[in-house]
């Protein structure tokens, strides 16, 4: 039996990725006091901003196949 996901899915799954990895990043800011975490903020940032990206382009992608040519 194989798991079937669809791009909606994949998509879907990026943005809650991007979502929580962007909140995580601020919540563990060193503004918001004394945290002693190992987590590179800068790398998460990034990789939270790219999953954004990404899910755009699949978004983007939905609608171009919505649009008739």
């Known amino acids: 039996m ?5 791009l909606w899915d994949l998509g879907l799954w990026l943005a809650v990725s991007s979502f929580l990895m962007l909140i995580t990043s601020e919540i563990s800011s060193p503004y918001y006091g004394r945290i002693n975490l190992h987590i590179d903020l800068k790398r998460m940032r990034k990789i ?5 990206i990404a ?5 983007s992608l939905k609608v171009i196949s919505i649009i008739p040519v």
Request: charged share 0%; aromatic share 20%.
């Open 2 to 6: 194989a798991f079937a996901i669809s």
């Open 48 to 52: 939270a901003i790219a999953l954004g």
């Open 55 to 59: 899910f755009l382009f699949v978004v």
